[in-house]
């Protein structure tokens, strides 16, 4: 059971130039989201999933696309790179149901564009 | 809107005492769950605690204990008997239990454990 992983760990890119994150969860959880995590701002949401083939925006979606057409993984796109998304991105997942049970998060996407 | 805030950048303690992280947040919600997590500097983000709103008894985890004041919207984290493992960064959260799947996190406080 490797819970939640992420692919790849670390990444440089060229201002304009393109790439996608890929997340995946052997859990079985229906739940899949996409962070951001930049100095003093703690996680910001980008975009998260309820279910297979749905998405939706959060907090900061602006210049990146998701996609889940299988349920056990999320990609993060990012079309033309931006300095701006230097960030360290974090997939989490988290089962459903009424019940807000806790997120299980992956280990981490430096990401370094310049 | 909902916003889970965390007031100390930064706190120190003393390997072997006891320091208290605070968390408040804001919500018009009833019921909902609260999280802490701990990021070490490995950047793995770990379930620490979690307190259901609807229940008045503090949760506890061995060394890790909560001290919830739903009136006052406080959600505080006090580690005892601190070890040189817990220094980290923590972060509170916050998530409805009806309404949104998203979950709201506070900045963090990056907690220093001196020998």
């Known amino acids: 059971n490797a819970g939640v992983t992420q692919t790849p760990k670390f990444r440089v890119l060229k201002t304009g130039q393109s790439m996608t994150l890929l997340c995946a969860q052997d859990?079985?959880?229906?739940?899949m989201y996409w962070y951001r995590q930049d100095p003093g701002m703690g996680l910001r949401l980008i975009h998260y999933?309820?279910?297979?083939?749905?998405?939706a925006k959060g907090e900061v979606p602006d210049g990146y696309n998701v996609s889940r057409l299988k349920k056990q993984n999320f990609l993060l796109g990012l079309e033309s790179a931006a300095p701006s998304q230097t960030s360290v991105y974090f997939c989490?997942?988290?089962?459903?149901?009424?019940?807000?049970?806790?997120?299980?998060f992956g280990p981490g996407t430096r990401l370094t564009v310049t | 809107a909902q916003t889970v805030t965390q007031s100390q950048p930064e706190m120190s303690v003393q390997e072997a005492e006891t320091v208290t992280l605070s968390c408040t947040y804001d919500?018009?919600?009833?019921?909902?769950?609260l999280f802490w997590y701990k990021q070490p500097p490995s950047r793995q983000m770990i379930l620490v605690i979690r307190q259901e709103a609807y229940k008045q008894q503090n949760a506890t985890e061995n060394r890790f204990s909560v001290n919830f004041q739903k009136a006052a919207k406080s959600f505080s984290l006090k580690i005892s008997d601190s070890q040189l493992g817990d220094a980290a960064m923590y972060f509170c959260a916050y998530r409805p239990v009806s309404g949104t799947y998203k979950y709201i996190f506070g900045t963090g406080t990056r907690l220093k454990v001196l020998a």
């Open positions: 919500t018009s919600e009833s019921d909902y769950y």
């Open positions: 989490a997942s988290s089962y459903s149901g009424q019940v807000p049970y806790e997120q299980y």
């Open positions: 859990m079985n959880h229906e739940y």
């Open positions: 999933s309820v279910g297979e083939g749905t998405t």
